[in-house]
């Protein structure tokens, strides 16, 4: 490590990337910084639904799936320790995913056997019994062991243990380029200064793109907005996560059901529309007619990292060395985090990576 600077590595975005990104480094005995545009925690990462399971999880190719499977065996016993070191309860809660797709029970059930996944055929009797509030049963899979986060509670449960091993986090902060010398990247230029490490790490989420635009490869991620609702429900209505037709219910501890959610490009706006709602409520109160007494609590939208191919970027840069990335995680960056952050970490370390980078090369 080069002495004169100060930091091993800077972190360039507090979401769930960011901060796991940074615990990984930091536990590698790296100096770490994360800096952070806003506070951590408050884009994509608390936005989403927190299902530890690619929606549909058979349409999405190998190297999406060798993450997913990777983070899904680890995530319960992280999730606690994320929990006893810092003190906030992420909420894991392993509900199990209900998924209503007649048409692709066969490819679900091969794509189950080549990954060794907790997957059964299920028919719409099946589907009454796992979920009885269902109006319309129909077959499909059920997998068991799919478990789920609460995102609000999950980034701030990671935040609280990254405080409590006091690893350095500037907030309210925006990384605008990067230092380079004689070809390295060696630091960030912020609106409050330059800041100098050894290597520089962008898990900027929908951002990325822009920020890295000028360095000559292109990264293709682009903000996809998504829209959730939340119906203030009881603990006894729902317990199994329901997914149909591209929308899906999320039972939390407490009872309380988040519906979602629009796929949306529409820059990087983040505002909420009546349309949204009214279609989120009139679909869930279709697949779970129930739901019409409960109140919906909040509305709310956050900015997926798009990428079209799903396969998030996990990479050194290949026009400026000691600078990497992390970003285009998409509808997944909260079940990919976990392996995501740890091969970027790999990477960095010069470690054994955990999987084949290559298909995460930019
Ligand atoms: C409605 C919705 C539902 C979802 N549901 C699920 C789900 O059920 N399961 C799942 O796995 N995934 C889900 N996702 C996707 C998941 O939330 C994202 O893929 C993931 O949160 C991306 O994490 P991130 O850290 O890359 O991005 P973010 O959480 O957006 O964090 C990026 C951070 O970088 C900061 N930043 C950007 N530029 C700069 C800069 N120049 N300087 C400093 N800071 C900067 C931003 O302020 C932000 O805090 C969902 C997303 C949405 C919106």
Not at 66 to 78: H, K
Not at 216 to 240: C, H, K, T, W, Y
Not at 241 to 262: E, K, Q
Not at 313 to 329: C, R, T, Y
Request: hydrophobic share 40%.
């Amino acid at each position: 490590m080069n002495q004169d600077l100060q930091y091993d590595a800077i972190i360039v975005g507090g979401g769930i990337i960011g901060m796991l990104s940074a615990l990984h480094l930091h536990e590698a005995g790296r100096r770490v910084l994360l800096v952070e545009r806003g506070a951590t925690g408050r884009e994509s990462s608390w936005a989403g639904g927190g299902i530890l399971s690619p929606l549909y999880p058979w349409r999405y190719p190998d190297s999406v799936t060798e993450l997913a499977v990777w983070g899904q065996a680890r995530y319960p016993e992280f999730l606690q320790e994320l929990h006893s070191g810092g003190g906030v309860d992420p909420e894991y809660r392993p509900s199990g995913l209900l998924i209503l797709a007649e048409d692709e029970i066969e490819k679900a059930l091969v794509w189950a056997s080549r990954f060794d996944a907790t997957l059964e055929a299920t028919d719409a009797d099946d589907a009454g019994r796992i979920a009885p509030a269902l109006a319309t049963r129909r077959a499909g899979v059920w997998l068991p062991r799919v478990g789920q986060a609460r995102n609000p509670r999950l980034v701030k449960s990671a935040r609280a243990y990254l405080d409590a091993r006091n690893v350095p986090i500037q907030e309210h902060t925006e990384v605008l380029g990067f230092l380079t010398e004689a070809g390295h990247c060696v630091g960030v230029q912020t609106q409050r200064g330059d800041l100098r490490a050894t290597q520089v790490l962008v898990a900027g989420g929908a951002w990325s793109g822009a920020l890295l635009a000028d360095l000559g490869s292109p990264i293709p991620i682009e903000p996809v907005r998504g829209q959730m609702i939340l119906f203030r429900g009881d603990a006894n209505f729902l317990s199994p996560m329901v997914l149909a037709d591209d929308r899906y219910a999320i039972p939390r501890r407490d009872g309380r059901i988040v519906m979602g959610s629009t796929l949306e490009h529409a820059g990087f706006d983040k505002s909420t529309t009546h349309e949204a709602r009214d279609d989120l409520y009139e679909v869930a109160t279709r697949m779970l007619p129930g739901l019409a007494k409960f109140e919906v609590e909040h509305q709310w939208s956050g900015l997926r990292p798009g990428k079209t191919d799903n396969i998030p970027l996990i990479s050194e840069h290949p026009k400026l060395p000691g600078l990497f990335v992390n970003a285009g995680h998409f509808r997944n960056g909260v079940v990919l985090a976990l392996a995501s952050t740890r091969l970027i970490s790999d990477l960095m370390l010069g470690r054994e990576p955990i999987l084949n980078p290559a298909p995460y090369a930019i």
